[in-house]
């Protein structure tokens, strides 16, 4: 599989924000969920996000992803501003070039396998690439379980089907919400390693919500929210270094969005 053409050249950076804030509530029950994002993300990186529970990570993706919008603040994709964009407009920037990973995998129960890889590209009305899906299938390893169901694979398969299916529209940035969260350990690994090669190989670049700082570990670099702000970096990140990270960060304020 061949990385997505450059539209008009390489952007600066793949996801952007600027000074995004978000709240929620209203008056005395106001909740703090991002007090004022301040971050650029190059193209073809992979950056961990981890933080207390409370933190503002959920929200921090949602926001980075176009799945919701700031109180204030920009949000940047391929150097395209989307905080302002139309519901429909968003659709279909989210069909096209994002990708996205969940925990919970998110395949439809009654398509096979390949279906559920083809679906975005279904969705976004583009000529649905049979060869292409089969690739992506091969690469995750399951070449030979396209015609299957979901519910006839494993967990760690079926995240691996989620991971073709993110690819197949050849996306800019890929959101992972903690992907590994209802794995094993073996199998986690497995799919981290393939997140990884989307970055190495085709280029993409991978935002990831994780708490586990062995899944960490396989990024570029690692973030740390605290009462929705940024208060640590950590490059090259290896899992004794960010568990450290982890502990030295005290409890969230209270009322401060997970």
């Known amino acids: 599989m061949a990385p997505r053409e450059p539209r008009s050249g390489p952007p600066e950076f793949a996801v952007e924000l600027r000074g995004v804030r978000r709240e929620y509530g209203r008056g005395a029950r106001t909740v703090r969920a991002l007090g004022g994002i301040d971050l650029a993300l190059a193209p073809g990186t992979f950056t961990a996000v981890m933080g207390p529970s409370g933190s503002g990570k959920s929200t921090f993706l949602q926001c980075a992803a176009g799945l919701d919008r700031p109180d204030a603040g920009q949000v940047l994709l391929g150097g395209r501003e989307i905080s302002s964009l139309s519901e ?22 009654s398509l096979s396998v390949l279906q559920n890889v083809l679906l975005p590209q279904r969705l976004a009305g583009e ?24 519910a006839q694979l494993s967990g760690g398969q079926q995240q691996r089907v989620a991971i073709a299916r993110a690819l197949i529209t050849r996306p800019e ?35 990831m919500v994780t708490h586990d700082p062995a899944a960490a570990a396989h990024a570029d670099r690692v973030l740390f929210l605290a009462g929705g702000l940024l208060v640590d970096a950590l490059d090259r990140p290896d899992a004794r270094r960010v568990a450290d990270a982890m502990t030295r960060l005290t409890a969230p304020a209270a009322g401060v969005a997970a």
């Open 127 to 150: 000529r649905q690439d049979r060869r292409l899906a089969r690739e992506l299938l091969e690469r995750v390893g399951l070449g030979e379980h396209g015609g299957r169901r979901p």
């Open 88 to 109: 429909q407009k968003l659709t279909e920037l989210r069909r096209s070039r994002i990708g996205f990973v969940f925990q919970s995998f998110n395949l439809l129960p």
């Open 173 to 207: 940035v890929i959101f992972a919400d903690e992907p590994t969260g209802a794995l094993d350990t073996r199998t986690a690994h497995e799919v981290l390693t393939l997140l990884r090669q989307a970055v190495d190989e085709l280029r993409a670049t991978v935002v």
